[in-house]
């Protein structure tokens, strides 16, 4: 994927050489026709195009926010009761990611949110040890983010 990027960039450049003009449109035209060359030639390539994994990155980026909104309101909800009534406590969450970068991204994002934290991976990177502020609330959605963050880091990572 990066040499994709790095020919496209120097057919920018290129581009913008052969029109005598240096300027950021004549650039932006010869990026747009790097994108349509590789795109044609996508099949030849080694990797897949990269402006679908831009794409699941941008995706995967719009689920953490949205997920981080909604932790975030439950939170805000449990912190702002006059009464604290919550069960703080630690449980388990298989995962069936693979590789170092995909569980530590899961895990990285399970932080992020509010009202968990990872505290431990499993040797084997198969489970998460998670402390969450409450365990009937947290847990559920705890879950759903996963399965959400899973699905989009898949697309990310492996196409």
Known sequence: MPMQVLINLLIGVVWM???DNWGVLTFFSGYLFGLLVLFLLRRYLPTKFYIVTLFA???LFFVFIYELFTSSIVVIQQVTRPKLNISPGIFTLDTDLEGELEVSLLA????????????EVSPNSKQFYIHAMDIPVSRDSVFRSKEKFEHAIKKVTRG
Request: net charge positive.
């Open 57 to 59: 990155v941008i995706k």
């Open 108 to 119: 990285l994002l399970l932080n992020l949110t509010p009202g968990s934290v990872v505290v």
């Open 17 to 19: 050489f052969l029109q």
